[in-house]
């Protein structure tokens, strides 16, 4: 495959998959994409890109797939289902950026691999719609380490890191360990914000004073201050972290490892999502102490 000329495909183009789609449009690549609301394929169409009519499409027109969904079920549906990128024929790389299921992850690359000959990379991210607009992503990626350096010089066009954590499901775990610290911290600087606020002291003022301290992190930086403000724009659904959670809760039972304090934040979020705050940013999370 050319590095520069490599046909590629982009499914999902929602907050995440819109910028990286972009990225890679911005360094060259041919690019098809196809989204399930077609409405949020326009940015990538005025870029150049190919708007295909089906994820089958996608792949037909393309030597790499990448796939930045909701959830496990429509990872599923998209390679697997009527019109799925298994319907193109063999030969392909997906590269899916979307976070979902290690377990599931391991069962369809050995489904791609043994009945379709397409191989697969697990390949989530972090740094969120900030990190993905200046193509400055952290990627954790599993998979075969050939289609790894085939996938690299494209996913780099996306991330500052592109990490190989070993086989097919690891990069999907190391994604888990993340949002263990990340869904904490969200759910513990909720808490903080109110009690600052409820003791009398300026809760927006707090992220930057507390900057230089043991208690700062990126979290903090980029979502303190607007957790404070309850500033409601959108940058990632208070639902897909309700989702993550569920995914680490279903590792930790698959792992036997105890997860008490993920068990804490995951019924705080289904909380917050009863409450009607799933569709809302995952800022909005503090309301359920208001
Ligand atoms: P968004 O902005 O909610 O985007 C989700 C995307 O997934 C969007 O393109 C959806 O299409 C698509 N989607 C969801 N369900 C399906 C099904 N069943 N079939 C096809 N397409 C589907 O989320 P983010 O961009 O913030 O996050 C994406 C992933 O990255 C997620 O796993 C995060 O945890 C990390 P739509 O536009 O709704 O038609």
Not at 114 to 122: L, T
Not at 261 to 273: D, F, P, S
């Amino acid at each position: 495959m050319s590095d520069v000329l490599t046909p590629t495909g982009f499914i999902g183009l929602g907050l995440m998959g819109q910028p990286m789609s972009l990225e890679l449009r911005e360094a060259g690549y041919p690019l098809t994409v196809w989204n399930r609301t077609p409405d949020k394929l326009s940015k990538a169409t005025d870029a150049g890109a190919h708007p295909a009519k089906s994820p089958a499409a996608v792949a037909a027109a393309s030597e790499i797939i990448f796939l930045c969904v909701t959830d496990t079920e429509a990872v599923e549906k998209i390679l697997f289902g009527h019109h799925g990128v298994t319907e193109s024929g063999p030969g392909k790389i997906v590269v899916d950026h979307s976070t979902i299921s290690p377990i599931a992850t391991v069962e369809f690359a050995a489904r791609l691999r043994d009945k379709y000959d397409i191989r697969f990379i697990d390949a989530p991210v972090t740094g969120g719609v900030a990190g993905a607009v200046k193509g400055a992503l952290t990627v954790f990626a599993g998979g075969d380490p050939v289609d790894i350096e085939i996938a690299r010089p494209l996913i780099s066009c996306l991330a500052d890191k592109f990490l190989h954590m070993g086989d097919n499901g690891t990069g999907q775990t190391t994604k888990m360990c993340n949002q263990v610290m990340v869904m904490n911290t969200f759910v513990t600087m909720a808490e903080m914000l109110k009690l600052a606020e409820n003791g009398g002291v300026d809760a927006t003022q707090i992220p930057k004073i507390l900057a230089d301290g043991f208690a700062n992190s990126r979290v903090l930086e980029l979502f303190g201050e607007r957790m404070a403000r309850r500033d409601s724009e959108i940058t990632g659904l208070l639902a897909v972290a309700q989702k993550d959670l569920d995914l680490i809760q279903a590792l930790g039972k698959e792992t036997s490892t105890a997860l008490p304090m993920c068990g804490t934040a995951t019924e705080l979020m289904r909380l917050a999502v009863a409450n009607g705050l799933g569709n809302s940013d995952i800022t909005q999370f503090i309301k359920i102490y208001d």
